[in-house]
């Protein structure tokens, strides 16, 4: 596959244990966190990767406590704000969607997240995906339901429905190539599980905002060498 076609899915994990192991707030290993962010969208343009899918916040992450849940709104806010005049955006011309439950996120995070998808949404040169209070089995089961209404309507034939028509249903209808995580955890923790059941998964032991573009580089190289069967 052409490096410029490559779909890269990461779960963004260790910001906390980050912050821990420096004798850092939780508050500051976020920042470092969506500070990496920013380096690695550098870094997917420079290396032509059209798209990037970011596991941001799930919605298992509602259940930490409550000041830290706040003070990640009060970040989600202020960097997405941030991409509405970010310079890269528009001269690559990326198309930013946000996928997830975004009827959970605080008015004001929302507000800015409809100016970033309206600014962006007839962008085509890179894709790059923000899965926030993002549950894998229940845009799985919205799908399902969405489907079995159609179905009892009639405007749907049970007989017909396949693959391509079930993922037409999905927030996400692209399959990421890669998927990375950080920190440590050999996991997969509910991200992409329709969508990356043929994904090349990569686990590293770095938290990250350790993540290096050396270890993108080498990830990508890795799997370029690697045989995809997608199961035959």
């Not at 962008?123 to 790059?128: D, E, P, T, V, W």
């Not at 996400?172 to 050999?186: E, H």
């Amino acid at each position: 596959m052409s490096i410029n076609h490559l779909h890269i899915a990461i779960i963004m994990d260790g910001n906390r244990r980050y912050a821990k192991k420096r004798g850092l707030s939780v508050d500051c290993g976020h920042r470092r966190g969506a500070d990496k962010i920013e380096e690695i969208l550098d870094w997917c343009i420079e290396l032509k990767i059209k798209e990037l899918t970011l596991y941001t916040f799930s919605t298992e992450n509602f259940k930490r406590k409550k000041d830290e849940v706040n003070f990640l709104m009060h970040l989600f806010q202020e960097r997405f704000h941030r991409l509405i005049d970010d310079e890269r955006v528009s001269k690559n011309r990326i198309k930013i969607r946000f996928i997830g439950k975004i009827s959970m996120l605080p008015k004001k995070v929302r507000d800015e997240i409809s100016a970033v998808e309206k600014k962006t949404a007839r962008f085509s040169g890179y894709f790059l995906n923000f899965a926030i209070a993002y549950g894998g089995r229940q845009e799985i089961l919205d799908a399902a339901r969405e489907i079995a209404r159609k179905a009892a309507s009639g405007k749907i034939n049970p007989e017909r429905i396949n693959e391509k028509v079930f993922e037409s249903y999905l927030l996400l209808k692209s399959k990421p190539d890669i998927v990375i995580r950080t920190a440590g955890d050999l996991r997969t923790s509910n991200f992409l599980p329709w969508q990356s059941a043929y994904s090349e998964w990569f686990f590293l032991k770095n938290s990250w905002p350790e993540f290096r573009k050396s270890s993108l580089k080498k990830i990508i190289s890795e799997f370029r060498e690697r045989k995809r069967n997608f199961g035959r």
